[in-house]
């Protein structure tokens, strides 16, 4: 279901979980969408029928306080973006960690969450050749989005710290630390 923007698809995704309709086995949210997906034997037409009539929370987060997620800035990309953007290294880390980020959608691995709110003068492309091997935790940036590698991957974004925190764990209910329209803050810390 297209919803128009990310607020509006975070509440719908919401409320969707909270109503537990029969023949639902599955909510994906999107930037701007929401994917229901539906048993084979469930009644198509009546879950499209109940859904504009689904009341909406005013909150997707029910006013939960941001997830905060600690960072070494010390970043193989952080020099480069400062170059990119004509900022100090300091300043790249000061506009970085005083955003307000929420979780837009997950994808790519598990648990990568894509965070909105990075601050304008730090959209900077991908590198033009990805890494074949970024380590977990690194704290990352590209176009609009800030992120955290929750496993070991391949990846394009550019790095600017790293963080301790295990945002994926399969011994955890969900696995991911992330969810859509979970706030995160970014706290920075001195290495160890």
């Known amino acids: 279901m297209e919803t128009g923007d990310l607020a509006a698809a975070h509440r719908l995704n919401a409320a969707l979980r909270e109503a537990a309709w029969p023949g639902v086995v599955d909510i994906v949210p999107g930037e701007q969408t929401v994917l229901v997906v539906a048993d084979p034997s469930a009644d198509l037409d009546r879950l499209a029928a109940r859904l504009p009539d689904l009341p909406l929370p005013a909150d997707a987060e029910g006013g939960a ?58 959209h900077v492309a991908r590198r033009e050749s990805p890494r074949t091997a970024v380590p977990a935790g690194s704290v990352a940036i590209a176009g609009p989005y800030a992120a955290v590698y929750p496993s070991r991957s391949p990846g394009g974004w550019r790095l600017l710290g790293r963080s301790r925190l295990p945002l994926w764990d399969v011994t955890r209910e969900p696995p991911s630390l992330l969810r859509p329209g979970t706030r995160v803050r970014f706290v920075p810390e001195e290495p160890s």
């Open 65 to 122: 306080e941001p997830v905060e997620i600690p960072v070494v800035y010390d970043g193989e990309d952080l020099d480069e973006v400062a170059r990119l953007t004509g900022l100090s290294r300091d300043e790249v880390v000061r506009r970085h960690a005083s955003g307000a980020y929420t979780v837009a959608y997950l994808g790519f691995s598990p648990g990568f969450g894509y965070l909105t709110g990075l601050d304008p003068a730090l």
